[in-house]
Nanobody, 116 residues
Framework: VQLQASGGGLVQPGGSVRLSCRAS???????????MGWYRQAPGKQRDLVAQ???????YYAGSVKGRFTISRDNSKRTVYLQMNSLKPEDTAVYYC????????WGPGTQVTVSS
């Protein structure tokens, strides 16, 4: 399985960005049956879970992003999305997606930089 995240870039504080992450090499039912999450890693810090969506569509958010980020998924496209609003400089990080344990190999992620 390969995970390809996209949609990052440079955005001003208060701005929005939508990330996408597509799983390839996986059969449809494997993606559909797994909980998926978005993670982020800032320089010098560990990789943390930001948001998660279960196979049934229930969602979980880290406290620092609750109310600003929205996770969703399209099983037909084997893609998970992260809508990020009201961005803050502390949201700057490389963002990755992956499934629940045991994880697939990590992809390269997508860089989000929040700066004026």
């Amino acid at each position: 399985v390969q995970l390809q995240a996209s949609g990052g870039g440079l955005v001003q504080p208060g701005g929005s960005v939508r990330l996408s992450c597509r799983a390839s090499g996986s059969i449809f039912s494997v993606f559909r049956g797994n909980d998926m999450g978005w993670y982020r890693q800032a320089p010098g810090k560990q990789r943390d879970l930001v948001a998660q969506i279960t196979s049934s569509g229930d969602t979980y958010y880290a406290g620092s992003v609750k109310g600003r980020f929205t996770i969703s998924r399209d099983n037909s496209k084997r893609t998970v999305y992260l809508q990020m609003n009201s961005l803050k400089p502390e949201d700057t990080a490389v963002y990755y997606c992956n499934k629940e344990l045991p994880r697939w190999p990590w992809g390269p992620g997508t860089q989000v930089t929040v700066s004026s």
